[in-house]
């Protein structure tokens, strides 16, 4: 069921679930997650791929850091898409794909859990994924003092209690990301945001050679569950791009890192 929501910046949003709107307020905005270490600076006209899009959140921070910069969101879950095109409505800028990006042109079966759409992917598997939530809920609990800790894991316990159960196989369309570049008339990406649930090898692998040179700054959430947090770092240094890896405290323990790549202040 969708809903709307004020931001704590007074942004009013349309979102799935009122907690995870809250929860990625928190990430994109506050923690600014996705903005490299040394901070984010791109050019006039920016052009900025949001790949792993869910309700626009990241789409929305862009484009009250760069107005004019022009932000291409990808999500492939018609729901979750829904709502991405209600929050981005108003912004001329933005542009709402429904799609995933993978490696090879396909239709193909998501996961999509209702309840936590952000865990939503290809490859998603409640036990793991709940497991995953679960570390992120002790290692958050750590932080604070015995009594609010324990208060704070039965509520998001509570909070947690069936959010991965009703979930969906949902058919999407699947394209690599040289070819809708192509189709639509660009020839750089100033910033890509990669965060897909353990699909980011087969972003990364349809982004074909002729362009690889023309990406400037990326940032990834990378679950390194199979090795994959190597692979995407090979792949950003073997096209030329310097890459630094670091792994938020909340997730200390886990397979989440986030991956910063750019080409330097020469490029």
Not at 78 to 83: G, L
Not at 121 to 134: E, M, N, Q, S, T
Not at 163 to 181: H, I, M
Request: charged share 25%; net charge negative.
């Amino acid at each position: 069921m969708s809903s709307q929501k004020i931001l704590g910046n007074g942004l009013l949003v349309h979102g799935i679930n009122r907690n995870e709107t809250d929860y990625l307020y928190k990430e994109i905005f506050e923690e600014e997650s996705y903005v490299p270490p040394g901070g984010l600076q791109l050019p006039e006209n920016a052009v900025v791929f949001d790949v792993g899009a869910n309700i626009g959140m990241f789409a929305l921070f862009m484009s009250e850091r760069f107005p004019d910069a022009r932000v291409f969101s990808f999500e492939p879950v018609p729901q979750t898409f829904e709502a991405l095109c209600k929050n981005v409505a108003s912004l001329p800028h933005v542009t709402p794909l429904n799609m995933a990006l993978g490696d090879t042109a396909e239709t193909r079966e998501l996961t999509f859990y209702p309840q936590y759409t952000m865990m939503s992917g290809f490859d998603a598997d409640p036990a793991v994924d709940k497991a995953l939530v679960k570390s992120y809920i002790e290692n958050v609990a750590s932080t604070l003092d015995a009594v609010r800790a324990e208060v704070f894991v039965e509520e998001a316990d509570e909070l947690l209690e069936g959010r991965f159960e009703g979930q969906q196989k949902v058919p999407c369309t699947v394209e690599r990301l040289d070819s809708v570049a192509e189709r639509l008339g660009i020839d750089r990406i100033d910033f890509l945001k990669i965060d897909v649930e353990g699909f980011e090898v087969k972003v990364l692998e349809g982004i074909g050679e002729e362009l690889w040179p023309k990406i400037a700054r990326a940032a990834v959430e990378v679950e390194d569950d199979h090795g994959e947090l190597v692979a995407v770092r090979s792949l950003f240094e073997k096209h030329g791009m310097r890459v630094s890896v670091e792994q938020p405290a909340e997730y200390r323990g886990t397979s989440v890192y986030n991956l910063f790549a750019d080409r330097g202040q020469d490029d």
